[in-house]
């Protein structure tokens, strides 16, 4: 299994020309370390009030285990990471520079973190920067610049290519997501913009924001379809949009570290970029050490937040990789959350998934 997962890093153009490449590799086998960590799992799961999803493969072995990772689960940012692929290849294929620049326009942007939101409308900003941005601090308008400049069905391609059928569902821009989530309180708010959810978020509580939405739309409570905010995202939650298997997800970003979703200098430096993000330092980085390395990506959404990536320990041939993915569900408190994620990884690591 070693001998051809570095064979794989090593041709990855060959492994790109063939997208049913993922499928031929021996049937992955079950872990000696898959009980101990189911162990700590249950006793996660059951001290906490929402769900829990885990999936983790040992990439020098192929060993590999879940936690409900066969399940359906809203992926929030996460999304972002084939985003990064996909401009990534284009870059590699010539078709684009990362220093070629996008004209932010008003409709681009959405609320959340990052600065692209504090450029003025009209500024040019270089691809790179928008890819860092999106990666290292999960900015949502960077995100729906480079999804508007790339294409999303171009993203979706490029998905579908790297993961099992099914396994992920259709990627949207996040500004969608918003207007689909509130469509489900009311249809007029697939008309909103992404300066109206800034405004809404401003508003302190679901409360306060639901009282925002009428008064934005012009409606009364009687004309929800659904009585809150909280029900309107579990609605949209039910949906396959932006959503997926936590196993699938692993194939993606297996795909990713073994060179066969880019090249050698395309994939270092995305993980490179990756091992930078800022949003995740209390998830799994917290529990999994100061001596492994994360190159990751962290998604958060109403009542969920996820983190997923590549976990090295060592250094040059001796070095261990496990990709990691986990995401937990239900629980409204974000420091809970957190809280599960940095003990998902402590549970990897002292389950001994870096050791085979």
């Known amino acids: 299994m070693r001998a051809l997962l570095l064979l794989a890093m090593t041709i990855p153009s060959l492994a790109v020309a063939q997208p049913g490449w993922a499928e031929q590799v021996e049937a992955w086998v079950e872990p000696p370390w898959a009980e101990r960590l189911d162990a700590r799992l249950a006793l996660l799961d059951a001290g906490f009030h929402g769900e829990l999803g885990v999936h983790v493969r040992n990439l020098e072995t192929g060993a590999r285990h879940g936690w409900r990772d066969a399940e359906s689960w809203y992926l929030a940012s996460l999304v972002k990471v084939p985003v990064a692929i996909e401009l990534m290849a284009r870059v590699e294929a010539g078709e684009m520079a990362l220093r070629d620049r996008l004209m932010l326009a008003r409709s681009d942007y959405v609320d959340g973190a990052g600065s692209t939101n504090w450029a003025s409308p009209g500024s040019a900003l270089p691809l790179r920067r928008l890819l860092e ?6 900015d949502n308008t960077a995100s729906d610049m480079l999804m508007r400049h790339l294409g999303v069905e171009r993203v979706n391609e490029r998905v579908r290519r790297l993961t099992p059928a099914g396994g992920l569902g259709p990627i949207t821009t996040l500004v969608d997501v918003r207007r689909r989530a509130y469509a489900n309180l009311h249809p007029d ?4 913009s992404g300066m109206d959810f800034i405004e809404l978020r401003k508003r302190d509580g679901e409360e306060a924001r639901l009282a925002w939405f009428l008064r934005r739309l012009g409606l009364s409570p009687p004309q929800l379809l659904a009585p809150s905010i909280d029900e309107a995202f579990q609605r949209y939650y039910a949906t396959d949009l932006n959503s997926g298997r936590l196993d699938a997800y692993g194939d993606l ?8 979703a880019l090249g050698p200098d395309a994939t270092a430096e995305l993980l ?8 995740g330092d209390r998830r799994l980085k917290a529990g999994l050490g100061h001596d492994i390395r994360l190159a990751h990506k962290t998604g958060t959404q109403h009542r969920l937040a996820c983190d997923a990536g590549i976990a090295t320990q060592g250094q040059g041939e001796e070095a261990r990789r496990v990709v990691i993915v986990a995401c937990v569900r239900g629980e409204l408190d974000l420091a809970r959350n957190e809280q599960m994620l940095a003990a998902v990884g402590r549970a990897v690591r002292e389950a001994g998934a870096f050791e085979g």
């Open 133 to 138: 941005s999106m990666l290292v601090a999960s």
């Open 189 to 192: 708010a697939s008309g909103l």
């Open 253 to 260: 970003l297996e795909a990713l570290a073994l060179g066969r």
């Open 272 to 279: 490179a970029v990756m091992s930078r993000t800022r949003s």
